[in-house]
Every structure is written in C-alpha cells, then in structure tokens.
C-alpha cells in the first residue's frame, strides 16, 4: 500500500493519498483545490487516480474535487446522502472500494455535518484490523468537530451533537485499538476547539485522551461539544455552499494581472479590496490608502475569508514573486475574483506619495499613556472567545477578527482607537480593517496581549 498524508499548515488542513502498490490505482481523499502535489505523487509512483473521495461538504476550504477530476478523469465520491451539482457516484454505509488487495469501506458518521463520512482503509482485504480511518471532521486528534456550522440552514447544533455522539460510539470507537486515526485538521482550524498539533493517532489513545471521548451521556457530551466552539470565519457558510456546486476550475499557474496604482484606484472606487500580502512591519511604514494587512506568513487565506466579502473584486499587494502564491491561497477558500496585483510596491509608493498612508503602532507604554490621556479611548480586542477567558486589557470591547465586519455598526469611528490580538498579527489586519472602512484614528499594539500581560508582570511590587 502506499499512504501519504499531504498537510497544509496554512489551512491546518489533511488530505490523502492511498493506492495499491500491485494496481497503481488510487484514491485520493479531502484534496485541496491547487491539486499539483497530487498529480504530482500519481506520476512520481505512477499511479491512476480513479477516484476523487471526500468526507463532507467542507466549510474552511473550496475542494479540489472538481480540478482533480477534470485533470485525471477520476469519479467524485460522497456518502450517499449527500446532494451535489455535479456527478458523483454515492456510498451506502459499509460499502466498500477495492483498490486491488487494498481495499477502503466507507462508514456514514454524521453530526459535525448530515452527510459526514469516515474511510476506513485496509492493507490488504481480508486483515482483521484496518491500518486506518480517516475520520474527517467527526474525529480529531484531541477533540471531535463542531457541529454548530449549520444553524443558518436549520439544523440545530444539539441534533448533530446528538447524531455525533452516535457516529463515535457506534462507528469508530468499534474498531480496534490499534487502529491509526487520520483527521482532516489539526491544530489551528475553526473546525474544533480543543485540536491537537499531532496529525495523527490511534483509536487506543482517543479513547484514552480525548475529552469528548470519556464516559459520558449523551446530554453532557451535547453539552461539552457544544460550549467554547472559536468564532467560525465569515467565509464558512459561502464554501460550503460552493463546494456543492459546479463552479470555474482553478488555473493555478495564472499569474494576476499587473495594475497600475491608478487602474487600483479605478478599481477601489468599484468597491475592490486591495490586500496587502507583506509584512505587519513593512506595511506599517508604507501602503495603498484603503488597503488592508494580511501577512502571507500567517493563516492568510482564513483571515481574509474573515474580513473580505465573498465574491468581492481584490487587488494583491506582495513581495516580488508572491503575487501568484497569494492569488491560489484566495483560491483554496474560493476567493477567486482577484482582478489584479500591484509589482514593485515599494518603487510604486516612491512614484506616488498621495495614495500612500502609514499605519500606527503603538508598544505597551504608548498603549498606556493613550489609556490615561484619552478619555473617549476605543480599545478592541479581536482575539477569539478561548483566548479572552484568560483575561482582557481593562475596558476593551471584544470583536473576534471572523466577526470583525458584522461588528463595524457597533463602533465609532470618530473615536481614537486601538485594536490588539494575541501577537499583533490579527491586529495589524483588523486595525487596517478599520481604516479602510473610516476609522479616523487607528493603532494597533506591537506584541498585542502578550506584550501587555509581560510589562504588568514586569512591573515592581
């Protein structure tokens, strides 16, 4: 058998590469939508992707089951229950796929989604125990998904509690000990609250380790799963959808456009959104009036699903030879509507000083002398619900950066405001949020929360 697990950090996201070292042929499992690597692996062991599988309708990320059909003329798999757009054949719980002497059945585990479904994959077709399951979002390393995405479509998250309580211990606790588990996430996805930074497992060590997986009712584990969930990106319920549908296969070897700081401008005033790629740092010294910060070096495209519209025109901001990289990472969430991208930033700000602004940024002594001298201060944290239960900056209003835009009407924007996260990564986003949206007075704090408990603990008794 050849397994492979393919990780993306940025999305903290897992697919899989399982074939039959005897057949060639394969299957591959939850692919993301920039679909090389597996193409790659196909021709590196000469294999034949036949079929395209995938767990559930993804919320955090657009799959890539129709680019790797259309590039390999593979058959899109679901649980059965599940309803598409699109042709693709659907699996009865306990069916089975052979591959050749490795063979994958197919177990219906609903509650984190109705059509969820785990993988179980055996070497060889007649082994007692399965070499592994691959859980999806019903099972992860540390915790079980959340089943509170879909309220919007009336499902209640206590009936899909209810039903993955019932997934867990009628379908995957069953099988042995010595089974491997395989998730879709890890640690950093919205999709749980508790996710390990392990990528892998065993069903021995769940059963031992995971919270949701210990003795329990039925009541109080709808109650533990359901309670402390992060904030989900605004973007969920939009990939989703698309991931039901035909929609435009991604060309991931496109470079965007190149625009002028002018032909922007026109696009800005057409409700554009320019998203500057660089560094907080570099950003901070110098950008576009009205753009927005999200640094490529950190959860890029899940921070821009939470404070750009779906469907929005954008403009990329990068670093010399990042534009492309930037462009398909807006593409793993289905933000495909990048008109363009602005090459050699830093000559085009020198050439244009007008349509330039600098950002602030305010260290802990700043941030306090602000606090003292400022009375109509606006302090704004934008860190998520877990992260706020071990404490807040005196007065701060809460504002989780995926909530940021439905949280606008709710600010003033006449008055001197600060924003602060974990770090000052999220900061620096959602502080330059807020100036493109009229927020006259804008900071951020270097170091966010971390910085400020540090420098309180620093201080003498």
């Not at 394969?26 to 193409?39: E, I």
């Not at 599940?82 to 219906?108: P, W």
């Not at 899909?160 to 395989?182: I, K």
């Not at 359901?226 to 929609?247: I, K, V, W």
Request: net charge negative; aromatic share 6%.
């Amino acid at each position: 058998m050849i397994f492979e697990q393919h990780y993306l950090d940025c999305l903290s996201q897992a697919s899989y590469v399982i074939a039959d070292e005897g057949t060639k042929r394969a299957v591959v499992v939850d692919p993301r939508r920039d679909v090389s690597p597996y193409l790659e692996t196909a021709a590196e062991h000469g294999l034949s992707i036949e079929l395209v599988l995938e767990t559930h309708f993804h919320a955090d990320f657009l799959s890539g089951h129709l680019e790797l059909a259309a590039a390999t003329g593979a058959e899109i798999g679901y649980g059965n229950v599940a309803e598409t757009e699109f042709a693709m054949r659907g699996f009865a719980d306990g069916e089975r796929y052979s591959l050749g002497d490795v063979t994958i059945e197919i177990r219906h585990t609903p509650g984190h989604t109705p059509e969820s479904i785990s993988i179980v994959v055996y070497e060889h077709a007649d082994d007692d125990t399965p070499y592994a399951v691959l859980t999806g979002d019903t099972m992860f390393i540390g915790d079980v998904g959340r089943p509170d995405l879909l309220s919007s479509v009336g499902v209640t998250a206590d009936e899909l509690a209810e039903q993955l309580y019932d997934s867990l211990h009628g379908q995957l606790l069953t099988l042995p000990d010595e089974t491997r588990v395989f998730p879709a996430h890890g640690a950093g996805s919205a999709c749980g609250k508790n996710l390990s930074t392990d990528t892998s497992s065993t069903i021995g060590e769940q059963r031992a380790g995971n919270y949701a997986l210990q003795p329990m009712s039925k009541d109080e584990f709808v109650a533990a799963v359901t309670e402390g969930q992060p904030s989900a990106p605004a973007y969920f319920a939009y990939d989703a959808m698309l991931n039901r549908e035909n929609r435009p296969l991604l060309d991931e070897d496109a470079e965007p456009a190149a625009l002028t700081v002018e032909e922007i401008g026109r696009w800005q005033r057409r409700g554009a959104v320019v998203v500057d790629a660089r560094d907080p740092v570099e950003f901070a010294h110098g950008h576009l009036i009205g753009s927005v910060n999200i640094g490529m070096a950190g959860r890029y495209a899940e921070f821009a699903g939470g404070v750009v519209q779906p469907g929005a025109p954008i403009v990329i901001v990068a670093d010399e030879g990042q534009a492309r990289e930037a462009k398909n990472r807006l593409a793993r969430i289905g933000f495909d509507h990048v008109v363009g991208c602005l090459l050699d930033p830093e000559q085009a700000f020198l050439d244009h000083p007008g349509e330039v602004a600098q950002g602030s940024r305010l260290d802990v002594a700043g941030v306090r002398d602000a606090m003292a001298s400022t009375p109509d201060l606006q302090l704004v944290d934008v860190r998520g619900p877990g992260e706020t239960e071990g404490g807040v900056i005196e007065g701060a209003v809460l504002a989780p950066l995926p909530q940021l835009n439905s949280k606008l009407s709710s600010l003033d924007a006449s008055k001197p405001t600060i924003v602060y996260c974990a770090g000052g990564y999220r900061s620096s986003i959602a502080a330059s949020r807020l100036a493109a949206a009229g927020f006259t007075d804008v900071s951020d704090l270097l170091g966010g929360y971390g910085a400020w408990t540090a420098a309180h603990e620093a201080q003498p008794a």
